[in-house]
Nanobody
């Protein structure tokens, strides 16, 4: 079983930066992909950014150029550097872990989430 613990959320003003961190523990040997999702009130959970053990990254269009995902596959950690935050970035951010094979990635473990609130 894998456990994910997130940290780094908070309340900031528009234009500020935040860094989220996540660490996996337990049976982590099968993990070769990690990601950040977010869910705003009344909206569906969406993938914000993902990274594989090979270093491939992907981002939702709305955060490209502002957010950067980084990870350490050996330590099973992932971080999300968020710059130029906007009020529409307000959401609960969830760390996810899973497996990447070929062109497919499946996330099957989730953290409890950390709140990010951006005031205008």
């Amino acid at each position: 079983q894998v456990q994910l613990v997130e940290s780094g959320g908070g309340l900031v003003q528009a234009g500020d930066s935040l860094r989220l961190s996540c660490s996996a523990s337990g049976r982590t040997s099968s993990i070769n992909a990690m990601a950040w999702y977010r869910q705003a009130p009344g909206k569906r959970r969406e993938l914000v950014a993902g990274i594989t053990s090979g270093g491939s990254t992907n981002y939702v269009d709305s955060v490209k150029g502002r957010f950067t995902i980084s990870g350490d596959n050996a330590k099973k950690t992932v971080a999300l550097q968020m710059n130029s935050l906007k009020p529409e970035d307000t959401a609960v951010y969830y760390c996810a872990a899973g497996t990447h094979y070929g062109t497919s990635t499946t996330y099957n473990t989730w953290g409890r989430g950390t709140q990010v609130t951006v005031s205008s």
